[in-house]
């Protein structure tokens, strides 16, 4: 009876930790909808090729087809027209912030 008792326990425990994680999982919809304001509020200047972009791309996961992108490798016009000099360099607000740049900092930045 003590064994029963005990593998029931685990089984409840087990269930609430499931629920608990499914409850505060963050939702694809909001992710989309924070890539979204970043994208609306932001542009990333990134390049083929470049190991740093990939790392950003891959924050965002599928939400970072939202984010606003020139790719130096095909419009380097646009590249040269605001001094970029390596990449990911996001531009927000008409500041410059060179790098990989974590998704909470560029929510701060752009009041996402």
């Known amino acids: ?13 087990m269930i609430l930790i499931f629920a608990t994680y499914i409850i505060f999982k963050p939702s ?3 992710e989309s909808e924070i890539a979204k304001c970043i994208g609306e509020k932001s542009t990333v200047y990134s390049q083929l090729g470049c190991s740093a972009c990939a790392k950003q791309k891959e924050l ?7 984010i606003n992108e020139i790719d130096c490798f095909y419009d380097n016009e646009a590249c040269v027209q605001q001094e970029i000099t390596s990449t ?18 560029l929510q701060l930045l752009t009041g996402c």
Do not use: C, H, L
């Open 1 to 13: 009876m003590k064994k029963r008792i005990n593998w029931t326990w685990v089984i409840i425990a």
């Open 28 to 30: 694809k919809s909001i």
């Open 60 to 66: 965002f996961g599928g939400s970072y087809r939202y």
């Open 88 to 105: 990911p360099t996001w531009i927000i607000d008409g500041k410059k912030y060179v790098g990989v740049q974590p998704i909470e900092r």
